[in-house]
Structures are given as structure tokens and as C-alpha cells.
């Protein structure tokens, strides 16, 4: 979906919306208002689990919403193929191929050097996969990758994941289900690419900037506080929190709370700041 959206004194009757089919059967679905013209960019991959979700449950939740309003930026919607039907490779080479696709035609979408990915849960470990492959392939130049609750390590083996067995919505037995949704019996192996889970990759020089988000209390928080830690390791501009007593999803169950709120005001303020202010 790409969403342009204009001061909130238009009306949201003025808003476009078309779907538009790519190569490797993804496509993205064009969303904009009458009068608009060149704007930053952000790519959405919005799956809440692996092989679950799905895009328009990411705009329900009102994830998208505040941050089109203050940046007035585009918004591409990616619907890639979901596991176990379609398995590793094909989340990760779907989410690239639009993105080169996006570059292809950036006279149409908006400013080709302001290129955002964003994601939530599985659907942020496909944007990390995607800017390590745009990285490695010298493909697409993305301004910076926005990861919310990333669900990027198939070992299992952090305290974060004991911690909080057992606990809803998301916890160890879920997260093992997911991983072998998409990797099958590989889950936990050497045999895993670091497209796939990108907590494995060992070299993250040359990535975008980042912002990373998740909550204190759920199965993701130790591997998303290790993968900034990695980021810093490398020289890579990244910014982290840690929301007190947030589980997963908390953003989305519960869209009015103050910590989600709070959390959606410092997302924003991260891309406006990082991406938008110098432009």
C-alpha cells in the first residue's frame, strides 16, 4: 500500500488507493490524495508472525497512521508470500524485489534517496533480512530501517525467551512454531541464512540507520537489545528502547495506553529527525 497522506485538515474522502502486481507474485497497493507531489518513501512489512498476519492488520492498529500525518511520506504495503506454503527464501526475496521495484520507479513514488523500510514482528525481521540483502547485492540505498518487536533469532536460547513461556500473545512455544513455519527442520541449525535471521549475521557495517523498539516483557527483547548492540558494534547509527512492561504487540492491543502512545511518538520523531529535518 502506498499511503500519502496530507495535513489533517484534508479529508481522508480525497485518498487514492490502487494494487499494483510485481514480479515473484508480491504486490503493493497504491494509496494517495489528489495534488500530491515528490515525498520520502517507506516501505511496510507489516506480518505479526511468521506465516500469520497480514498487512491491513498493521493500519488497523494505527501504526502508520501518526507517522504518515507528520511526514507526509508515502507508504508501500508489501503482501509477501507467508510460510509454511511458502518458506525461506521467499518472505525476504519477495520484500527485495519490491524494493528494487520502488527504485525502478521512483519518478512515480516519490524521492528515490529517502527510501524507509519498516516492519513489525516478523514482518521487522523481513525488513532487517531485506536491508542486509540490499546491502550485500548493492541494491536499492535505503535513509533507514524502523523495526518494531523484530523477531530476528531462530536459536531459541535467549533468557528473554524462558522468561516469558507461557505467556500471551507470543511466547517460546509460539516463536518455535513460527521459525519452523519458515525454516522447517534447518530452525536452529548452522544451515540458516542470515536473510532469514538476521541476529546471525556477523558483519552489519554498511547498514542503514536504525530504530529499535520492543517491550520489557517479551520473548523478542534480548535478541532485538543484541542486534542494536551489534549495530553500535559496527559503527551503525541505531536507536533502542525498551518499553517498561510492554509484551508483544502491546502497540497494537492496545493503540490508547500512554506506552504506546509514547512509543509511536518516538518512532515518529526518529524519522522526522533522521530522515525528513535535512531534507
Not at 202 to 222: K, Q, Y
Request: a positive charge; hydrophobic letters at 35%.
Amino acid at each position: 500500500m502506498v499511503r500519502r497522506t496530507s495535513p489533517l485538515r484534508r479529508s481522508p474522502s480525497t485518498e487514492r488507493c490502487h494494487d499494483r502486481g510485481i514480479r515473484r507474485s508480491s504486490y503493493h497497493r497504491e494509496h494517495h490524495r489528489p495534488g500530491d507531489s515528490r515525498s520520502p518513501r517507506s516501505r511496510n512489512l507489516s506480518r505479526a508472525r511468521r506465516g500469520d498476519g497480514g498487512r491491513d492488520s498493521h493500519d488497523r492498529a494505527g501504526r502508520n497512521a501518526p507517522l504518515d500525518r507528520q511526514t507526509r511520506r508515502r507508504l508501500v504495503t508489501v503482501e509477501y508470500r507467508l510460510a509454511p506454503e511458502f518458506p525461506d527464501p521467499y518472505p525476504v526475496e519477495d520484500s527485495y524485489a519490491a524494493l528494487v521495484w520502488i527504485a525502478e520507479h521512483a519518478a512515480d513514488l516519490g524521492d528515490q534517496d529517502r527510501i524507509l523500510i519498516v516492519g513489525a514482528s516478523a514482518g521487522a525481521g523481513v525488513a532487517a533480512g531485506t536491508a542486509l540483502l540490499a546491502r550485500d547485492r548493492s541494491g536499492p540505498r535505503l535513509t533507514g530501517q524502523l523495526l518494531i518487536g523484530p523477531m530476528i533469532d531462530d536459536r531459541d536460547r535467549t533468557v528473554s525467551t524462558t522468561q516469558y513461556e507461557g505467556m500471551p500473545p507470543w511466547d517460546r512455544n509460539s516463536n518455535r512454531m513460527g521459525w519452523t513455519a519458515l525454516l522447517g527442520d534447518r530452525r536452529g541449525t548452522d544451515d540458516v541464512s542470515i536473510y532469514a535471521a538476521p541476529s546471525r549475521a556477523v558483519d552489519l557495517s554498511g547498514l542503514p540507520p536504525a530504530f529499535i523498539d520492543c517491550g520489557s516483557a517479551e520473548v523478542f527483547r534480548d535478541e532485538d537489545v543484541a542486534y542494536a548492540s551489534a549495530l553500535w558494534a559496527a559503527g551503525v547509527q541505531a536507536e533502542l528502547h525498551v518499553w517498561a512492561g510492554g509484551i508483544h504487540g502491546f502497540d497494537f492491543m492496545t493503540p490508547d495506553a500512554a506506552i504506546s502512545r509514547a512509543a509511536r511518538a518516538a518512532r515518529d520523531g526518529w524519522v522526522v529527525a533522521r530522515h525528513l529535518s535535512s531534507r
